[in-house]
């Protein structure tokens, strides 16, 4: 359990030296870093009976004296404003401060010169400073994600913050794990290179001590890619667990929003998934949607079973038994009804949108040549009824990527139609796409034409026909990981920082994919890392992304381009 395991000890050693009645104070980003890996009632047998956010404590005159005060922060100028403030006139008897990064020596000061009436105990670091939404994936939850796309020119002070927070996250993932890795990057990308260098300026300059380690035989690689390497995984419909309540419903720090389904009850409006607080969901997080339906049907029996059970209560012994045992009841009956309710839903949304038709053609244009038959294919369903816009949008945009060298006058034909189909699509919004993301721009093999080996893996699975025609699709993730496993990653490509290179495999990889990582590709490195190759790979992004927020990050992009040109 690498990094949820790592966040889980940071929490654990700030609550437990502290004795007595606490109140736990947040800011809006770690908020969601406890979220993901400490539930409530846990927080509660810490004796935290209060959680505020550092924002609005000073806004309350009530006084809570009783109450210990340990502040989890990120190290932000806003942040130390708000403690000064509250320190000059303390709601609460003591104060632990730890925050989730490298604190400025200047930030110290104002601290100090703040703590008056000396009720601070300590100030600590804890590098929590990311999302640990899985063992081997996390995320920044960066609101302004659609910056990257956009040259540093258009808005370099909001660019530098973006940088900023990567960098910040990328080097406390390294912190926490107690590593200084070698870095490469995504020579394509300059936002790749310019995050990389920045990176290794502060691990290997600023900060060097402060990450002289031991060192290991061979160093962690760091690399950093762009997500417009592979724009085709964050357009496609899913089907397996996790990506697909994404993807159709949404998950925010592994909680589903359900408010909008009808006649549901108060307390399954908003459910938890997580793979460690739900062991039906580890088990079945990968599974394909065909597979969840059956494992669903049976953890519903089991359930009747021990329900049927609980009816015949005859004696005091089976009334005691019941009450031992009624928690885990309640709690497997809160289960079953969560993963009921949402593949329930997950179906509705599938047979509303004709899902099955369309994900297979979006396969075919991701995995499979053929422009000819994937033209009609396209062209049919645009004119289908029953496909929704976004489904529509998705259609061309694939299409586009994968045929923009081969067919313009085709090309134009869908544009139009889809222009005149669908009345919410922006103009020019897939042209746009191919700017960012279009064959001149890309580095890795996303079709699999153009390396040989590619085009031989190609030809082998072809032949030997897929197992699942909706999940046959592998994002350009799986190939960077089978590179960097067998030393075939290229130092053309992906350039080391520095005068360092690496000699040997690495045994621990953490790849960061600017602009956003989707559950496919967590799926991905879930798996590999599961098959025991030596390497153990950890993934993390500036959000997580679905088509949803692909589309809005890019409709952002284009209309920031627009006016930017516009004033020029």
């Not at 404003?81 to 008897?93: D, E, N, V, Y």
């Not at 999302?131 to 659609?146: C, K, Q, W």
């Not at 419903?249 to 739900?278: A, H, M, R, Y």
């Not at 922006?426 to 279009?438: D, T």
Request: with cysteine; charged share 25%.
């Amino acid at each position: 359990m690498v990094l949820v395991s790592a966040v889980r000890d940071y929490v654990n050693r700030m609550l437990q030296d502290i004795s007595g009645m606490k109140v736990l104070v947040l800011d809006s980003q770690t908020v969601s870093v406890v979220s993901v890996v400490y539930s409530q009632s846990e927080l509660l047998k810490k004796e935290v009976f209060l959680v505020e956010m550092v924002d609005s404590i000073s806004k309350s005159r009530e006084s809570m004296s009783h109450l210990k005060a340990v502040c989890f922060l990120r190290p932000t100028s806003e942040n130390v404003q708000h403690l000064r403030r509250q320190l000059a006139s303390p709601r609460f008897g003591e104060y632990h401060l730890f925050f989730s990064n490298i604190l400025k020596d200047t930030q110290i000061h104002v601290l100090a010169d703040s703590d008056e009436q000396e009720i601070v105990q300590q100030v600590q670091e804890f590098y929590a400073d990311f999302v640990a939404t899985d063992p081997f994936h996390f995320t920044l939850n960066i609101p302004s994600n659609h910056m990257y796309m956009l040259p540093a020119v258009v808005d370099p002070p909001r660019l530098q913050q973006f940088c900023d927070r990567v960098v910040d996250g990328v080097t406390a993932v390294f912190l926490a794990m107690k590593r200084r890795p070698v870095i490469r990057y995504q020579r394509t990308s300059d936002i790749a290179k310019r995050i990389a260098q920045e990176a290794s300026k502060l691990m290997y300059q600023q900060e060097s001590g402060l990450f002289d380690f031991r060192r290991t035989e061979v160093s962690p690689l760091l690399l950093i890619i762009d997500r417009r390497d592979d724009p085709v995984t964050p357009l496609l419909n899913q089907w397996t667990y996790q990506a697909m309540v994404h993807e159709l419903i949404g998950i925010e720090d592994n909680k589903v929003d359900l408010k909008g389904i009808d006649k549901l009850p108060k307390d399954q409006q908003e459910v938890v998934l997580s793979s460690e607080q739900d062991a039906f969901f580890k088990a079945n997080m990968y599974e394909n949607f065909g597979d969840i339906g059956m494992n669903i049907k049976r953890m519903v029996d089991e359930f009747q079973q021990l329900a049927k059970s609980n009816q015949n209560i005859q004696t005091i012994e089976d009334m005691a038994k019941f009450v031992d045992n009624y928690p885990e009841y309640r709690k497997m009956h809160g289960n079953v009804s969560k993963h009921v309710t949402l593949v329930t839903e997950m179906s509705k949304i599938v047979e509303e949108r004709k899902l099955m038709v369309v994900s297979e053609t979006e396969q075919e244009l991701a995995c499979n040549g053929g422009q000819v038959a994937a033209f009609e294919a396209v062209t049919n369903l645009l004119n289908n009824e029953n496909v929704s816009d976004v489904d529509r949008l998705r259609l061309v945009m694939l299409y586009a990527l994968r045929y923009e060298k081969e067919s313009s006058v085709q090309l134009m034909q869908l544009f139009n139609k889809l222009a005149a189909r669908s009345a919410k699509y922006k103009p020019g919004l897939v042209q746009f796409l191919l700017k960012q993301a279009g064959v001149d721009k890309r580095t890795g093999d996303l079709y699999g034409n153009r390396d040989f080996l590619n085009i031989a893996r190609n030809m082998a699975r072809g032949l030997k026909g897929v197992e699942n025609v909706y999940t046959q699709h592998q994002p350009l993730l799986f190939q960077t990981m089978e590179s960097i496993i067998k030393g075939r990653l290229r130092d053309m490509d992906y350039p080391f920082v520095g005068n360092h290179f690496q000699q040997g495999r690495p045994q621990e990889v953490v790849i960061f994919i600017v602009g956003g990582t989707t559950y496919e590709e967590s799926r991905c490195v879930a798996l590999q890392n599961a098959s025991n190759v030596g390497v153990r790979f950890i993934l993390g992004g500036s959000v997580i992304l679905n088509s949803r927020r692909f589309f809005k990050d890019l409709e952002e992009a284009q209309r920031i381009a627009r006016s930017s040109s516009a004033m020029v």
